[in-house]
């Protein structure tokens, strides 16, 4: 990032050594005494590594363990056999608050809750709104692509298996390659950042962390497959809700230094006039007139689209949903999961900016910024707090990228290429293989990037140019009938072609050559990003606009299962209600895109620097959003499955026959409807 957004004080807060390196940093407009006695906390970290240890290792088993369980109690009282299709697919039946609940998670990484609070701390309120408006986007426009994969390719397990049955052999194993990258870069930006957060906060080493918190996750995905990922979902998104309410009400209500968006206000306007962002109007944190943030704005833009619609985790995620869920729980998910980003780092973020605290742009690269800011206005309970948000962030989505890979490698090469007559144990089989592996791989890939010093910013921003150059291919193979497969191929990867030559010669022209700092520029990494995904998608559309296919989608939907779904074949008059439906769905993800990107940025520019008013107003705003995300994620998924949960509760005894005339008669988890 720019290096105009480096704070005006060095020394780390979390790498204190002396009680005069903490004094020195201490900002004139606030109480030196405060500093003064809590910096014997900073000399080392501020929770001990037992804490540490409890929560990735010994928390993370519980956790999974109980999660195996309740799948087991589950599969016990509704004689619930686990084959191939349940463990990948989880009955193709999850209703519209936990396929919500589920997508909130699954797009809930380390770097949502630490790098959203970071741009806040480089730019001020521009960087909440970027990050999260940026990300939210590509999940509401993938609810489409949701209902498209339950009209064109019911039967599907994977993305790639309907390429395959449109374009072949090479362009199967052509984005192959591109979903495995994505998911292992998703992967190592989850355990690095919480690695190097649980090592900032207990001190446990960085290697170590990395090896223990993908275990927890292993247990629970190994023994469950999707469906008790889907439980553990649940929960998690639960946690990190509550958590992000609770740092709101903090910041902007109970805490004794800020405690109104007043003083946060003021504080905001003295820390601007000591050391404004370069590219912001007047320097001020109070604006959406940023230039750095923009270019953010637009990278993030870009690059999330490849980490959406390349991971086949949000495919499996689709695939497993109900008809009608497989669209209202993405529009749902992606607008709640806004208010992530958006709320917790327009209080975290902007109180970390509102202290002055001490934190050096090396250490918000790595996203030490909201355990930074915990700890100052909460002491241990913060950082503890943060620690367990974070923790519940990497397992839930490290637990998706695991089932996902495990789909992959089973469906895609062991079933495709090595044994096509494979029984559904041998899938299952090799599918927990994969996950045992996967984990430990990524847990040994996060921790190389920490040794060769790649930090989480730098990956986040850079995904772009490796993964975008497959989005519109992608979406074209379930979209539309006349891509062809040779444009598919050559658009992918003569895209990949440009977007590392235009971000590796654009960063090799600053001063100092070809280095990580140059190559994370802000115009670097834009242009890279940007010529990835437009030059592969111009290529992709003109290859296949001179040389058209010709699809009536009959292909993708003989896909074969390997044991029988009755979930998987979709009646007639469903399919005419989703027909009917996906125009309008189409129509409201444009729209929500156009708000969220569009006009809500240029409504705040006549504002140019906020007045105390406004961010009065930003911060309402952000308040109803994280509340009602909050409430929606906890509440919808207990109501839709609440006789389920009579059921299971009472072990059996509540009977089937006392359902209501049209509800659900059985729990699964809070996952699948009986039907």
Same mark, same amino acid.
């Given at each position: ?6 704070p005006?004080?060095s020394?780390s807060v979390?790498?204190f050594?002396s009680?005069e390196?903490?004094? %020195?940093v201490?900002?004139?407009?606030f ?5 003064e006695? =809590?910096?014997h906390f900073?000399r080392?970290?501020?929770l001990?590594?037992a804490i540490?240890y409890a929560?990735?290792l010994?928390?993370g088993?519980a ?6 369980a309740l799948?087991?109690i589950?599969?016990?009282?509704f004689r619930?056999?686990m084959n191939?299709e349940?463990?990948?697919t989880?009955?193709?039946s999850v209703?519209t608050?936990?396929?919500a609940s589920v997508v909130?998670?699954q797009w809930?990484w380390?770097?949502?809750l630490? !790098?959203?609070?970071?741009v806040?701390?480089q730019?001020?309120?521009?960087g909440p709104l970027w990050? %999260?408006?940026?990300a939210?986007?590509?999940v ?6 949701a ?7 019911p039967t599907?397990h ?8 449109r374009?072949?052999r090479?362009?199967h ?9 994505t998911n ?5 930006m ?5 690695s190097?957060t649980? !090592? %900032?906060?207990t ?6 962390a990395?090896f223990l ?5 292993i247990?629970?995905?190994?023994a469950?497959g999707?469906?008790?990922t ?6 998690n998104?639960?946690?990190?809700l509550v958590?992000?309410?609770?740092f709101?009400?903090?910041?902007y209500?109970t805490?004794?230094d800020?405690g ?13 006039l000591i050391r ?5 109007r007047d320097?001020s944190y ?6 750095n943030g923009?270019?953010f704005?637009?990278?993030?833009l870009?690059?999330n689209?490849g980490t959406?619609?390349i991971? !086949?985790? =949000?495919w499996?995620s689709?695939i ?15 607008l ?8 917790l ?6 109180a970390a900016?509102a202290r002055s605290?001490?934190?050096t742009i090396?250490e918000a690269? !790595?996203g ?8 100052d206005?909460?002491g241990r ?5 943060v ?6 962030a990497v397992?839930?989505s490290g637990?998706s990228?695991q089932?996902a890979?495990s789909?992959l490698?089973?469906?895609?090469v ?5 044994n096509p007559?494979?029984?559904?144990q ?12 996967y984990g ?5 890939f996060?921790?190389?990037?920490h040794h060769i010093?790649?930090?989480l ?5 850079a995904m772009?140019?490796f993964i ?7 979406a074209?193979?379930?979209s539309w ?9 050559f658009?992918?990867?003569f895209g990949l072609v440009?977007?590392?030559s235009?971000w ?5 022209s ?6 990580v ?5 802000d115009?670097?990494m834009?242009?890279?990003n940007?010529?990835s ?9 003109i290859?296949?606009i001179f040389?058209?296919?010709d699809c009536?989608w009959s292909?993708?939907k003989a896909i ?14 469903t ?8 125009k309008r769905i189409?129509i409201?993800?444009?729209l929500?895109t156009?708000?969220l990107?569009?006009l ?8 140019k ?6 961010f009065?107003?930003w911060v309402a705003l952000s308040f109803?959003?994280g509340?009602?995300?909050c ?11 609440r ?10 005894r509540?009977?089937l026959? %006392?359902?209501?005339?049209g509800?659900?008669?059985a729990?699964e988890d809070?996952?699948v409807?009986?039907r």
């Open positions: 990032m720019s290096r105009a957004a480096e005006f004080v020394p979390f790498f050594n009680c390196n903490a004094q %020195a201490v900002n004139n407009f109480n030196e005494s405060k500093y006695c =809590y910096t900073f080392s970290p501020p001990s590594i540490g929560v990735v010994a928390f088993l956790f999974g363990a109980a999660t195996v799948v087991f589950d599969q016990y009282i619930r056999a191939s349940y463990f990948n989880a009955g193709r209703r608050g936990l396929t909130v998670s809930t380390a770097a949502t630490l !790098q959203s609070s970071n806040a701390y730019f001020g309120i521009s990050y %999260a408006a940026g939210t986007v590509q509401v426009l993938f609810s489409t692509m209902v498209l994969v339950k009209l064109r390719a599907a994977t993305f790639l298996e309907i390429i395959r049955a374009w072949g090479v362009a194993l052509t984005f192959l390659g591109f979903a495995l990258i292992i870069i998703v992967t190592s989850l355990v690095l950042g919480g190097v649980v !090592q %900032a906060l001190g446990m080493n960085v290697d170590v990395s918190i993908p275990l927890g996750v247990l629970y995905t190994f469950g999707l469906k008790a889907f439980v553990a979902s649940y929960f998104t639960g946690v990190i958590a992000l309410v609770v709101m009400f903090k910041v209500v805490s004794e800020l109104s968006p007043d003083k946060v206000y003021h504080n905001l306007q003295q820390v601007s404004g962002v370069e590219g912001n320097g109070l604006t959406m007139f940023s230039r923009f270019f704005g637009v990278v993030n870009v690059g689209f959406v619609f991971d !086949q985790s =949000y499996q689709a497993a949903a109900s008809p009608t869920a497989s669209w209202k729980g993405y529009l749902l998910g992606g709640c999961w806004f208010a992530i980003p958006f709320s780092a327009s209080s975290l973020g902007l900016v605290l001490p934190i090396e690269n !790595q030490l910024v909201p355990p930074a800011a915990a700890f206005l909460m309970n913060g950082a503890s707090l620690l367990v948000m974070l923790f519940m397992t839930s637990a990228e089932i890979v789909s490698i089973s469906y895609d062991y079933r495709t290429y090595f007559n494979c029984s559904g041998q899938v299952i089989f090799l599918s927990r293989i994969v996950i045992v592996s430990l791989l990524t847990g040994g996060s921790i190389a990037l010093h790649v930090n910013n730098f990956l986040y921003l772009g140019v975008g150059p497959a989005v519109v291919p992608v074209y193979s379930i009938g006349r891509c062809s497969g040779k444009g598919a191929v658009g992918s990867l440009c977007g590392l235009v590796l010669s654009y960063g090799a600053f001063p100092g050559g070809l280095s700092e140059n190559l994370q520029e115009e670097v834009l242009a890279g940007l010529s995904i437009l030059s592969s998608a111009l290529v992709c559309t290859i296949s040389r058209p296919d009536d292909t993708t074969p299962l390997i044991e029988d779904d009755p979930n998987a074949h979709i009646a007639f008059e399919e005419e209600a989703l027909e009917q439906a996906l189409g409201a993800g444009v929500i156009g708000v990107v569009v809500w940025p240029a409504f705040t520019l006549p504002a620097v906020f007045s105390k008013h406004y009065r107003f109803i959003w509340i009602a995300s409430v929606l994620m906890i509440v919808l998924p207990l109501i839709e499955s006789h389920g949960i009579l059921i299971l509760l009472s072990g059996g509540y009977g026959g %006392a359902k209501a005339e509800e659900e008669t729990l809070f996952v409807e009986d």
